[in-house]
T-cell receptor, first 113, second 115 residues
């Protein structure tokens, strides 16, 4: 069994300040973990993925995430928020390659000027 | 990564009718999935579309309501049958590969409104 908990349903930041989106997971196997972003009325875009290589994963648009097995966490960060980062972010877990995905509840990010 | 074409992008349907959503991929893929995203919610897996055999449904989803076809490795359809307003959602197709190196790709979704 696998599950994902995104600890914040909404995050509000000022433009130029850091962004932190928290994610905890549960998996019976060594998981693959993903962060996806969904802009309003747009499709899902893969930000980054962890598949048992380096624990610090760099993604697109300046985002990165660190896999911490001891804490079962995969938090997403960005040093400086941009207005275009306003969107819904989903943390996702998969138990094995090609296996089904389990989505977290999502975190809506608001960026204030 | 694979490119997905999902049709229609949106539709407004009368209750009691059915809608078939198509998912076309530009390359052969091992795994195809169908998800539902209800308004303001996260994504929930409906089923895994298996090539040449019956789809594998998740708890709470049944074949009579959501029949799925997958005739080959590049195409699948999801039908939403006997629709009610509660079926109003975004339906998304997703593909994955056993190598997982490129992650999973999602179609742009079908926004369904049932009136």
């Amino acid at each position: 069994a696998q599950s994902v908990t995104q600890l914040d349903s909404h995050v509000s930041v000022s433009e130029g300040t850091p962004v932190l989106l928290r994610c905890n997971y549960s998996s019976s196997y060594s998981p693959s973990l993903f962060w996806y972003v969904q802009h309003p009325n747009k499709g899902l875009q893969l930000l980054l993925k962890y598949t048992s290589a380096a624990t610090l994963v760099k993604g697109i648009n300046g985002f990165e995430a660190e896999f911490k097995k001891s804490e079962t966490s995969f938090h997403l960060t960005k040093p400086s928020a941009h207005m275009s980062d306003a969107a819904e972010y989903f943390c996702v877990v998969s138990a094995a390659a090609g296996n089904k995905l389990t989505f977290g509840g999502g975190t809506r990010v608001l960026v204030k000027p | 990564s694979a490119v997905i074409s999902q049709k229609p992008s949106r539709d407004i349907c009368q209750r009691g009718t059915s809608l078939t959503i198509q998912c076309q991929v530009d390359s052969q893929v091992t795994m195809m999935f169908w998800y539902r995203q209800q308004p303001g919610q996260s994504l929930t897996l409906i089923a895994t579309a298996n090539q040449g055999s019956e789809a594998t449904y998740e708890s709470g989803f049944v074949i009579d309501k959501f029949p799925i076809s997958r005739p080959n490795l590049t195409f699948s359809t999801l039908t939403v049958s006997n629709m009610s307003p509660e079926d109003s959602s975004i339906y998304l197709c997703s593909v994955g590969d056993s190598s997982i190196h490129y992650g999973y790709t999602f179609g742009s979704g079908t926004r369904l409104t049932v009136v």
